[in-house]
């Protein structure tokens, strides 16, 4: 997964950022926020080995399945933290499938839950067809 980053409104773009890089392995499916508050950007992220196809991870035939992390950068993009996973705090037992996107995030602005962090995905159950959206939310952009 990589930045290219603008600092003319888009005329020219940096080199290419790393955010992170797991060989065969899928690192996708970004979905980023910035913190109205502190300027952080947080992105939320799929991982899937690469080794398993999506037939498999619906039929629960896989070891490890799509896996959902969170990280951030502090400085606009130019270095971003370590990849945190928080599969196991947003993702039901019964539920085969879990990912981010698509697009992008929202932190909300106004109301009970003002700045929190609201990410689209989607899942599907185990050995069952069809797709279902929901939601995953933070209340501080880290779990």
């Not at 970004?30 to 992220?45: H, Y």
Request: hydrophobic share 30%; proline share 3%; aromatic share 6%.
């Amino acid at each position: 997964m990589v930045v290219k980053r603008s600092e003319d409104g888009g005329h020219s773009w940096s080199s290419i950022i790393v955010v992170r890089d797991d060989g065969d392995n899928a690192c996708d499916n970004p979905i980023p926020i910035v913190d109205r508050r502190t300027g952080r950007i947080v992105l939320v992220t799929c991982w899937g080995a690469g080794s398993e196809t999506e037939s498999d991870i619906n039929r629960n035939t896989v070891k490890k399945g799509r896996r959902l992390f969170v990280c951030h950068s502090d400085d606009n993009g130019l270095s971003w933290s370590e990849s945190k996973d928080i599969t196991d705090s947003v993702k039901k037992a019964d539920w085969a499938w879990d990912v981010t996107g698509p697009c992008h995030g929202i932190q909300l602005q106004k109301g009970k839950h003002k700045d929190r962090f609201v990410v689209p995905a989607n899942r599907t159950y185990i050995g069952q067809n069809g797709t279902y959206s929901h939601m995953i939310y933070s209340d501080d952009g880290e779990k």
